[in-house]
């Protein structure tokens, strides 16, 4: 499983939003200085995260974006799966995937089900707060 620029990127201005929101709104423009990132790719990763429900807007003077919950109340996982639509190692595990139909004699699917529980675990249990805190759970 590889992350995508995507899904990079949109933790990032997660990130950037939850340390430099506090009350107010935030400029892309600022967050593209901020983490050097192409402003034209930030604005197309916005409205997912509208949509979502993880970030609200305002347009115009004093405008910009917003986290709508506390850090600690994202997790890495969610906004990655948001992203990149799927954190699933192999095809047959994705959700809404249709079943295999070598699954009841394939011998690698113990294996690719271990590695997708590692990594939704993982990412899971990571929220945009213990990043900007610089330590990450146990």
């Known amino acids: 499983m590889m992350i995508s620029t995507r899904g990079r990127y949109a933790l990032r201005v ?10 107010g709104y935030v400029p892309m423009k600022e967050v593209a200085q901020r983490q050097e990132l192409p402003l034209k790719y930030i604005e197309q990763l916005m409205p997912a995260l509208v949509k979502a429900g993880f ?11 917003r986290l ?3 850090p600690e109340d994202y997790t890495v ?3 990655l ?4 639509g799927e ?3 192999v095809a047959c595990l994705a959700c809404g995937a249709k079943p295999c139909p070598r699954k009841d004699h394939c011998r690698t699917l113990p294996m690719w089900k271990k590695l997708n529980d590692m990594v939704q675990d993982f990412f899971g249990g990571i929220t945009l ?3 900007l805190g610089g330590c990450l759970p146990e």
């Open 129 to 131: 707060a213990d990043l």
């Open 14 to 23: 997660m990130l950037d939003l939850a340390e430099n929101g506090g009350e």
């Open 68 to 70: 709508v919950r506390p």
């Open 55 to 65: 970030v609200e807007g305002v347009h115009g003077r004093g405008g910009g974006y």
């Open 81 to 84: 799966r948001l992203a990149e």
């Open 87 to 89: 954190l699933a190692p």
């Open 77 to 79: 996982g969610e906004v």
